[in-house]
């Protein structure tokens, strides 16, 4: 019951932060390389949501995610922020298919904790890329 309650607070604020995310654009007078920083960050605030929101399962009183399962996203977003952060291009191919492994490591019962953010974190990077 309290796992069902929990998602339904992670749609409402998933379809608040997809709204948000997809209305920030670029401003137009950007160089290309602040284009590129400022779309590289949209990126990390969705990772950071994620990040955030693994911890805080892990926190519950029963746990949501295993300290495991927590380690291995907080592994995950450290690892992409600093592909992000070190690359000006390529690094979406990387952030997905790290995403991808993650979620395949993650049991079913888990997992659907951690789905909607990743939606998002997919939908991000489309958006950056575009």
């Known amino acids: 019951m309290r796992t069902k309650s929990y998602i339904a607070v992670v749609l409402v ?3 608040s932060t997809l709204s948000a995310a997809s209305c920030a654009k670029a401003p137009p007078n950007l160089t290309p390389q602040a284009t590129v920083a400022f779309k590289g960050t949209q990126a990390v605030k969705a990772l950071d949501i994620l990040r955030d929101t693994a911890v805080s399962a892990n926190a519950q009183n029963p746990p949501l ?11 995950y977003h450290q690892a992409t922020v600093k ?5 000006t291009a390529g690094w979406q191919s990387a952030a997905l298919t790290g995403l991808t492994a ?3 490591s993650v049991p079913p019962a888990q997992r659907a904790v951690l789905e909607p953010y990743t939606v998002l974190i997919r939908t991000v990077i489309q958006e950056v890329t575009r």
Do not use: A, F
């Open 102 to 104: 993650l979620l395949d």
């Open 13 to 15: 604020v998933l379809l």
């Open 65 to 75: 995610l295993s300290e495991d399962i927590t380690r291995k996203v907080v592994l």
């Open 83 to 87: 592909t992000i952060q070190s690359s």
